[in-house]
């Protein structure tokens, strides 16, 4: 058996949301001040951080979600279970939308896990904040020009 017990995944979940708020330390907010910190577990336990990174350009800005998940592939990881994101606010702070789809494009249907510096404000899975994805699985099914 190599399903991990109740106990093994909290403390996997404490893990990652702590390897999140320190990346959120290194956050490149220089114009909002609103630093966001990701972690991402892959399959075989490798975990992946990012943080936001903001540019005198604002449009060029990019979220912490997508920085790890980036990384993570150009690292060469394909397979991924989960992600802990963490900002320093009362109320959940989930990805926004350009990150719930780019994580469901490489990572699926991950665990979601919200957090903040003290404490863990909600934990989802991807299909609920992204459900109807577009996705590659649609390309195959358009219909094929006649030769
Ligand atoms: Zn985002």
């Given at each position: 058996?190599?399903?991990?017990?109740?106990?093994?995944?909290?403390?996997?979940?404490?893990?990652?949301i702590e390897a999140a708020r320190q990346a959120?330390?290194?956050?490149?907010?220089?114009?909002?001040?609103?630093?966001?910190?990701?972690?991402l577990e892959t399959s075989d336990g490798t975990i992946v951080?990012?943080?936001n990174i903001e540019n005198a350009?604002?449009?060029?800005?990019?979220?912490?979600?997508?920085?790890?998940?980036?990384k993570a592939l150009s690292d060469g990881h394909r397979r991924f279970?989960?992600?802990a994101i963490v900002a320093d606010t009362d109320s959940p702070t989930p990805p926004c939308g350009?990150?719930?789809?780019?994580?469901w494009e490489f990572g699926r249907d991950l665990e979601v896990v919200l957090?903040?510096?003290?404490?863990e404000t909600g934990r989802f899975r991807l299909s609920q904040l992204l459900p109807c994805p577009f996705d590659a699985s649609l390309l195959d099914k358009?219909?094929?020009?006649?030769?």
């Open positions: 058996m190599n399903q991990m017990s109740a106990e093994q995944e909290a403390d996997s979940s404490q893990m990652l959120r330390e290194r956050a490149v907010a220089t114009f909002s001040k609103f630093k966001v910190g990701a972690a951080t990012g943080c350009t604002y449009g060029l800005t990019m979220c912490a979600e997508r920085v790890a998940m980036f279970k989960a992600v350009p990150c719930r789809q780019i994580l957090a903040n510096l003290s404490r358009s219909p094929k020009p006649k030769a």
